[in-house]
């Protein structure tokens, strides 16, 4: 067995992020009267994604991030609402979510007879927490490692010194990370000298800059690489 322990990503490698998003989305829109297109998704998506890629250049913190987004999103939409509030609805809402992605239950379930799984995420830890435990892989989970309870994020080597510390037998060598981030599951790989996988479904361009192990466009690829 090459890699007997395995650190997967959750939202967009194993949980449908996108789908819990945009439904997040609807409710917060439909609670406090703001306009539910797409125009307006996509401008919530942009300050979304600018806020994530903030914080894995370590330039914020998750608290701010999460209700800053909104603060964006309203203050490009013109309208005058709570985003605290927006905020709270959103990540309960988010929190609900346990939609996968094509094959993820699949893989979990196989994997884990042989191999120790373990999720490693700089989600909400409450969202996380609650998505995870209602979710079908549940039992096929050995651990969760969410960078606000680590106290550091992906992808610093602080995080990955968090997840080593508390898994016993886990090296360098024989794990490996899978992850559709770029910026914080395979930078954090390469940062810290670990094995990666890049789950990249739609076939984004590679990048030269970082170093990749294996790609993959599903899920059952795993098998052959684990």
């Not at 709270?88 to 379930?109: D, F, I, K, M, Y």
């Not at 191999?115 to 409450?126: D, E, G, M, P, Q």
Request: with cysteine; glycine share 6%.
């Amino acid at each position: 067995m090459k890699y007997p322990y395995l650190l997967l990503d959750a939202d967009n490698t194993l949980f449908d992020f996108d789908a819990g998003n945009r439904h997040a989305f609807h409710e917060v829109c439909a609670r406090y009267d703001i306009p539910d297109t797409e125009e307006s998704f996509q401008c919530y998506k942009r300050c979304n994604n600018a806020m994530w890629a903030a914080f894995d250049r370590g330039e914020c913190t998750k608290d701010f991030l999460v209700v800053e987004r909104f603060r964006r999103f309203l203050k490009e939409m013109g309208l005058d609402r709570d985003a605290a509030r927006c905020n709270e609805l959103h990540l309960q809402v988010l929190g609900q979510n346990t939609l996968l992605l094509p094959h993820a239950l699949e893989v979990c379930r196989g994997l884990s007879r042989e191999h120790r799984l373990y999720i490693v995420t700089n989600a909400v830890a409450a969202v996380q927490r609650s998505r995870l435990a209602g979710s079908a892989i549940a039992p096929y989970i050995t651990g969760a490692f969410i960078s606000e309870e680590a106290g550091a994020s992906k992808p610093s080597a602080a995080y990955f010194d968090y997840v080593f510390s508390r898994i016993d037998g886990i090296t360098r060598e024989n794990c490996l990370l899978v992850g559709d981030s770029l910026s914080s599951d395979i930078r954090g790989a390469n940062n810290y000298g670990l094995p990666c996988c890049w789950y990249n479904p739609k076939e984004a361009a590679r990048p030269e800059d970082l170093r990749i192990d294996y790609e993959i466009r599903d899920l059952r690829q795993l098998y052959d690489l684990v």
